[in-house]
């Protein structure tokens, strides 16, 4: 990469890092996200066939203390946790460990039971068991007992019919098929991205953090108290779409859930009642929206047990930083997750064959969770209304979003891997779009270098 490594000022922040002279655009809306306000801290990394390209971070870690964001702070990156639980599972299915196809009861005969006989495991990785929800509250100490708060969900029966639909299982995708990689390797989740991910290709990456990474992990901050899609989501799309976007307006981190309304990740705020986002009832937007402000929809006892919130900081307590939760506690640096989706793009950790299998559309349409478009191949996000991706990788791109703006992202046609990590999280329901004006930018390069 030719080096661009001046540092950047801009009122209360700066940005350092380097990016390839063909990214400057790329540059500039990092800068302009801090310059406006959009960001307290971030990170953005981008490789293009291998080379990296774009290595840039700015602002502050920990709004407490003022302690800086540096190079290698890592942080909680949510729901791109996904993405990283898949590719173990799908390691395993390399192997000859894992069947895709089978009954999940084949390995976890406990799971068998009331209408989940026929549950396969491609319906875990595609949100398609109809178990988004943990109904048990799930008490403080099981939050690292991962077998533990899977029994529950094997003594449950099915929402909906499995295989009928699709809904997201925020945190229960994780717990679900955790549990069948625990099943069929005697090993983690964790301990199998430690081993054969993350330790073997050197990316800082960690499912469970170990107390020198949490420690200097970024600390997550509310966003800017906003009404659902007002103005506090810097930079939303329309709900007619976007410029060169595939879809319309995400929810927030380019299509998760909304964020809650948080003092440092911890206790939810009161929500403000205000005037909905989308065209009234039966709109997508408008249920999406709506939903969140219901303490007892489904969008909410999806993402709220186990209830982080009980917690001292919220996501911020070392106790969820260490759990590993294989739906969201990936604790990485925007290197890290570039470099993993790098990794998999050069077919260094799956086969090729393997990955392109994966990303096969499994499911496409109306979330019975989120309401919106989602669309998943085996564990990864496909472009849709919860994966926001500019035109050019509309058909090319997955990854996985994580709740509040992150974003991992692989495009193997185009030989990108992306990844965006921050700690001002977005909490109104049509979200930040920090992480997809990022991408539009490294995109639109692309565009000009004829590729």
Known sequence: MTADDEVREHPGTKTSGRCDPRFSRVREVFDRHFADGAELGAAFAVHLDGEAVVDLWGGVADRRTGRAWEHHTPALAYSCTKAVTATAALLLAERGLLDVTAPVADVWPEFGQRGKERITVEHLFTHQAGLPTVEEPVPVEE??????????????????????????????????????????????????????IAGPLGLELWLGAPDDVVARAARLSAGDRARPGGAGASGTAGTSGTSGASGASGASGVG???APAETDAGAPASPVVAELPGRGAGDPLYEMARASLDKDSLMNRALGNPAVHKLSGGANHPVVLRAGWPAMGIVTTARGLAGFYRELVAGRILRPETLRDAMRRRVNGPDRVLFVDSSFGLGYMRPALTFLTPARGAETAFGHTGMGGFLGLGDVENGLAMGYTMNKMANAVSGSMRAYHLAEAVYDALGREGR
């Open 143 to 196: 939050f690292e007992d991962h077998a533990a708060i899977a029994d529950r969900l094997a003594r449950q029966e099915p929402i909906w019919e499995p295989g009928t639909a699709h809904g997201y299982h925020a945190l229960t995708y994780g717990f679900l098929l955790g549990e069948v990689i625990r099943r069929v390797s005697g090993k983690s989740v964790g301990e199998i991205v430690a081993t054969e």
């Open 256 to 258: 998760e859930p909304p």
